[in-house]
């Protein structure tokens, strides 16, 4: 199942592995963070009913994002103080990094899809710091 990467109780990212499946539908992140990222798993000619979803206001205090290794292969590095902690995606990994600082190195040619809040502001949303 998926891997947690935590510093003490706070839970810097959550990885799930292409080889990772569920019996129906599961979800990995707590509740009130801003991403949520789970996996469905449903039987040929299930049907999820036509819906749409509320126009709700939430305030979103810290962008998370979502990234799944359509192919290739990368390293993640996860900081949190001084801790650091690396975790290899290949094609069909999925992460999503919900805090703390991270670092993205491609092992070879690689296509990210990402996923994250908008809107996106720039130089706003990131302050890069030295590796």
Do not use: W
């Not at 998926?2 to 990212?13: F, Q, T, V």
């Not at 990222?37 to 205090?61: D, M, T």
């Not at 390293?75 to 001084?82: A, G």
């Amino acid at each position: 199942m998926p891997r947690y990467i935590k510093l003490n109780d706070e839970i810097l990212a959550i990885v799930i592995f292409a080889s990772d499946d569920v019996e129906s539908i599961e979800f990995f992140s707590p509740p009130d963070f801003s991403q949520q990222i789970g996996l469905i798993h449903r039987k040929a000619n299930y049907v999820v009913p036509l819906h749409k979803h509320n126009e709700i206001s939430r305030e979103v205090l810290r962008t998370q994002e979502v990234l799944v290794v359509r192919t290739g292969s990368c390293e993640i590095t996860l900081q949190k103080d001084s801790i650091r902690e690396k975790v290899i995606l290949r094609s069909g990994d999925s992460i999503l990094l919900a805090s703390g600082a991270h670092e993205i190195r491609f092992i070879e040619d690689t296509q990210l899809l990402e996923i994250k809040q908008g809107p996106y502001l720039g130089l706003q949303d990131k302050e890069i710091l030295e590796s």
